[in-house]
């Protein structure tokens, strides 16, 4: 996801969730004041839903020893070593596991999600252990065509596969749409939050 989506998920109190999950609005605040400074280059990404809070922040990457005649116009991220990358994220992820966790617990308690964590290096996200949450449906025939089509053609290896690809390639190609829904939810949960004036 963008930039966009730091701050605030689409999954709020309200219509669109559970009603008794608390209101995550300000999980990136809380996230702002808890993380170490040094972890991070900026501000993580945060994106949240009814299950979970996905925590993803950029890595700052070593870079490589200039060569004698090198100008600095030449450095860049693209010099770096695909090992030294692999290697910074690996540091990161066992040197900050215990505060992690400790992290990843007291915002489970505060806002009764699970906290999964990843990184960017150089453009690429890698994430943590994360949920993977079954999501029952009934599809009829036509429906179920589709599936085995990919299924059948080798792109799926399951129904479910097939499912879940359909899903992440409606997301991508309807992402502008879906942030357009997901922020006309938050002005109509705002709006039932105030609730009629004079009442």
């Known amino acids: 996801m963008r930039n966009a989506h730091r701050g605030r998920g689409f999954g709020r109190t309200g219509g669109w969730q559970q009603a008794d999950l608390p209101d995550p609005s300000d999980v990136p605040d809380w996230f702002a004041g808890r993380l170490p400074s040094d972890w991070f280059t900026g501000p993580p990404v945060i994106e949240i839903d009814r299950d979970e809070i996905v925590v993803i922040g950029e890595l700052p990457i070593p870079q490589p020893e200039k060569k004698p005649d090198a ?6 991220t693209e010099d770096v070593p695909r090992a030294t990358k692999e290697g910074a994220v690996a540091r990161f992820r066992e040197s900050t596991r215990p505060a992690r966790m400790q992290i990843a617990n007291e915002a489970q308690h505060r806002y009764r999600r699970n906290v999964a964590w990843g990184v960017s290096v150089d453009g ?15 599809l009829r025939q036509p429906e179920r065509k589709v599936l085995d089509t990919l299924v059948d053609a080798g792109v799926a290896r399951s129904r479910a596969d097939a499912l879940a690809w359909t899903v992440k390639l409606a997301g991508k190609h309807a992402e502008t749409w879906l942030e357009e829904l997901r922020e006309a939810m938050r002005k109509v949960d705002d709006l039932r939050s105030e609730g009629p004036q004079g009442l």
């Open 124 to 138: 690429e996200r890698i994430l943590f252990t994360h949920l993977a949450v079954p999501v029952m449906t009934r």
């Open 71 to 76: 100008d600095d116009s030449e450095a860049s």
